[in-house]
Each structure stands twice: as structure tokens, then as C-alpha cells.
């Protein structure tokens, strides 16, 4: 018995010999801070450190609160977690709610607006202690457009409006439910120009009429479209259904190319060229490249005559507007 107190003595004397080593080996480099490097304090990791999130959709990451070393004292305070970074349509919520405890792993729900343009945004996580600690870590999101649904079809006068008249309108007569003889469904949209006004309307000479197919409220670019409803990524081209009254009639077709406060992202715009039609319905296509930036549409669609082409004025109708992949 006295043999096995006489070793716990001895243990115990160890351990009080390494203890006050460290102490005066911290000492030899912090002075009288020796306390700062050793007072109680937290760190935040995060892991992964970069995810992947769809414009309009959920991701999630994790934090841990770790105590900073198993030499100093234990934190043992609340910890306020606060995410921020490049765009402020970015939330974040935490599970648990914060503040959390240290030795604790969070839940990071991370939920981007539509409106977030695709690319790689940096954000910054922020602990705060209760007495005014704080540690960081940096992470980032990458935002990507949603994948396309397979077969992408959208209808062109579900989204856009034929409000922008151009040039000459008093020589436009529109009608979007002309029942005359439709290509599909029962109405079809009917456009006249009657050719009466000789004026010119730009320096290039254009004396002519045209029509825009706007997005609600945009009204030439002074209003930018909601990119999650307007983004027609998915889109390879636009099609559509055409004919004049008798055939020969002459017009050119376009898509984006609106310029203003806030211009088209298709710029300048597609267009079929000068064309002329048959007094049949036929399709005419737009195609896009994969240069072409589909993200914000303002012009889903325009008509553009010109007196020259049709000097005694043109009936045109149109039907089944649409992009498709």
C-alpha cells in the first residue's frame, strides 16, 4: 500500500512538472499574455466548403463550433452564427436555430432567389460569442441555372404582350383574336398595315410600322424582367407560324435587341431576315447560338415591315409563337 501511494505521489509531481513546463515554455514567448493565448475561445468550420445550389432552389452545408485547444479552457458560451457575402438574394437559415453551443454541429440551409444570376459568390460565416469573441470562415456557392425539362415549350403570349408599336402606327391594326382561319386552336393574331403615312422614322430611312412583343411592364427596358420568369436559357430557338392575306406580302421577324435602362440580354437581336410569306401557314425558325444570352428577355418577339416592301400596306396573321429546345 505504501508502495502504490509513493507512485501516485510521484505521478501526481509529473504531472505538475509538465504543467508548469508548459506554462513557462508559453511564457518564454507571451509574457504576461500567457492568459490571451489560454482564455477560453471558439473557432467555425465548415464542411464542404463549396456548394452547388440552382437558381430558385435549397442547398446545405454544415458548421461546427469547436473548442480552439485542448490546452486552454472550454468556451462555454452561446455562439450567434451570420452568414454574408456578394448577394444579398441569398438567405440563410440555421438548424438549430443559433445561438448554439461550442462542440456543436449547425445545419447551414442556404435558399437562392431566381433572381440570382449563375457564377460563383463568396460568403463569409461568423461566429460571435456572448463576450464579444468572433471567428470566421470563408465558403462559397455556386449558383447554376436549373436543368431543362425535356420537351421545352414556351408559349410566347403567355409571358409577352404585343405593346410595343413602332414607326408609323397609326397605320397598324392588331388583332390578337382574329378567328379567321387559325393554324391551331380557335384564334390566331391578325396585323394590317395600311401604308398611309409616308414619314421616316430613323436615319437609316425607315418609313414602315413594327410591333414588339414586350414583357408585362417592361415598356422598352425602363422596367428589368424578373430573371427567374423571363430566363429562356433552355431555348435553342423560337418558331412560329406564318401567312399573308395573299401571298407576297413582305416582313422581317426579331427576337430580343430592345435597348434602354435596362437593354435586352439578347443584343443585337436574331432575327429570320427580310422574308416573304405564302398565303399558307408555314414555320419559320430563329435559331440561337450558345453565345446567345437568354437570361433576361424583354423583346420576346417583334414584327417589322417596311413601305418600300409593301407599298399598297399587307394583312399578315401568326400563330404558335413559342421558344423550344
Keep these: 500500500m505504501a508502495l502504490i501511494k509513493t507512485i501516485a505521489t510521484i505521478k501526481r509531481k509529473n504531472w505538475i512538472i509538465t504543467i508548469t513546463f508548459i506554462i513557462g515554455f508559453l511564457s518564454m514567448f507571451f509574457g504576461n499574455n500567457i492568459y490571451d493565448v489560454c482564455k477560453p475561445h471558439f473557432e467555425v468550420f465548415i464542411k464542404p466548403l463549396e456548394i452547388s445550389v440552382f437558381q430558385g432552389g435549397k442547398g446545405e452545408t454544415y458548421a461546427s463550433i469547436k473548442n480552439a485547444s485542448i490546452l486552454c479552457l472550454d468556451y462555454k458560451e452561446p455562439v450567434n452564427l451570420e452568414a454574408q457575402g456578394q448577394q444579398?438574394?441569398?438567405?440563410?437559415?440555421?438548424?438549430?436555430e443559433a445561438p448554439t453551443l461550442p462542440n456543436f454541429d449547425c445545419k447551414v440551409i442556404v435558399e437562392v432567389n431566381g433572381k440570382v444570376l449563375p457564377g460563383k459568390y463568396k460568403y463569409t460565416l461568423t461566429g460571435t460569442g456572448e463576450n464579444g469573441l468572433?471567428?470566421?470562415?470563408?465558403?462559397?456557392?455556386?449558383?447554376?441555372?436549373?436543368?431543362?425539362?425535356?420537351?421545352?415549350?414556351?408559349?410566347?403570349?403567355?409571358?409577352?404582350?404585343?405593346?410595343?408599336?413602332?414607326?408609323?402606327?397609326?397605320?397598324?391594326?392588331?388583332?390578337t383574336r382574329c378567328s379567321v382561319s387559325p393554324f391551331s386552336g380557335t384564334t390566331c393574331t391578325r396585323i394590317e398595315y395600311t401604308a398611309r403615312t409616308n414619314s421616316q422614322c430613323s436615319t437609316d430611312g425607315w418609313i414602315g410600322a413594327g410591333?414588339?412583343?414586350?414583357?408585362?411592364?417592361?415598356?422598352?427596358?425602363?422596367?428589368?424582367?424578373d430573371p427567374k420568369k423571363y430566363n429562356f436559357s433552355c431555348a435553342k430557338r423560337l418558331v412560329f407560324m406564318a401567312k399573308g392575306e395573299n401571298g407576297?406580302?413582305?416582313?422581317?421577324?426579331?427576337?430580343g435587341g430592345v435597348t434602354g435602362a435596362n437593354?435586352?440580354?439578347?443584343?443585337?437581336?436574331?432575327?429570320?431576315?427580310v422574308i416573304t410569306l405564302?398565303?399558307?401557314?408555314?414555320?419559320?425558325?430563329?435559331?440561337?447560338?450558345?453565345?446567345d444570352n437568354l437570361t433576361s428577355m424583354i423583346g420576346g418577339f417583334c414584327w417589322v415591315t417596311d413601305r418600300n416592301w409593301n407599298p399598297n400596306g399587307c394583312i399578315i396573321y401568326l400563330d404558335d409563337i413559342k421558344f423550344v429546345d
Excluded at 444579398?88 to 438549430?96: E, L, M, V, W
Design 278 to 291: 405564302t398565303n399558307n401557314w408555314r414555320e419559320y425558325s430563329i435559331d440561337f447560338t450558345s453565345g
Design 211 to 225: 410591333i414588339y412583343w414586350f414583357c408585362v411592364g417592361c415598356n422598352w427596358g425602363q422596367t428589368r424582367p
Design 134 to 175: 468572433t471567428h470566421s470562415s470563408d465558403f462559397f456557392i455556386t449558383v447554376k441555372v436549373p436543368p431543362c425539362p425535356s420537351p421545352y415549350i414556351i408559349e410566347v403570349d403567355q409571358y409577352f404582350v404585343p405593346s410595343g408599336f413602332m414607326c408609323n402606327t397609326n397605320d397598324i391594326r392588331l388583332d
Design 248 to 255: 407576297g406580302e413582305i416582313a422581317e421577324f426579331k427576337v
Design 263 to 273: 437593354s435586352d440580354s439578347v443584343n443585337p437581336p436574331r432575327t429570320t431576315g
Design 88 to 96: 444579398q438574394d441569398i438567405k440563410f437559415t440555421f438548424s438549430p
